[in-house]
């Protein structure tokens, strides 16, 4: 099972992202991520055997993680992995720090558990699609999403043809900024 931590917004946010989804997917084809999967990656951790999940549920009930506002308003793209993505508005220092300090405490409680953050910097973003197409980014347009995360997870991935399939192993709480 692949892992990783995620802020996972209500059903409620995740439909005010729809419309830039289906907008990408107007835009550059390829596969729509399902409401009911959006989210924003905090650490992707990998393939991971049974018995380490069940070290890392039992260790990760005791952690919290900050949360605060943000403004879902900047499309973006990994070429590479032909993924297209929301992230939030940008000010002069960058994303909001809250953030940065989250994914910074995520790791540092991880990596005594043997993962290492696999990015040199956070990114922080929805994806929207995956094996996007060719297209101007530039012509990305929807509306701004104010989105204050009430929920961050633990979530393992199980990969299937129709996209994978989710499951929540554990619930951190948040601090609000």
């Given amino acids: 099972m692949r892992l990783f931590f995620a802020y996972w917004p209500s059903a409620t946010k995740a439909a005010e992202i729809v419309p830039w989804v289906q907008n990408a997917h107007e ?43 943000m403004v879902l308003n900047q499309p973006g793209r990994f070429k590479n992995a032909k993924v297209v993505w929301l992230g ?26 043997g993962w290492q953050a696999r990015e040199p910097q956070y990114r922080p973003h929805v994806s929207l699609l995956r094996n996007a197409g060719p297209g101007e980014l530039q012509a ?6 104010t989105w204050a995360p009430d929920r961050c997870v633990l979530v393992g991935s199980r990969p299937s043809e129709r996209g994978s399939h989710y499951t929540v192993l554990a619930e951190l709480p948040l601090v609000y900024e």
């Fill in 27 to 69: 835009l550059f084809g390829g596969r729509m991520m399902r409401t009911d999967t959006l989210h924003m990656t905090l650490a992707f951790l990998g393939e991971t055997e049974p018995d380490v999940i069940e070290r890392l549920v039992a260790a990760c009930h005791g952690w919290a993680l900050p949360s605060g506002s």
């Fill in 140 to 145: 990305l347009k929807g509306p701004s999403v």
């Fill in 88 to 113: 939030p508005e940008q000010s002069a220092e960058g994303s909001p720090d809250w953030l940065h300090i989250a994914y910074r405490e995520l790791w540092s409680r991880l990596q005594p558990l």
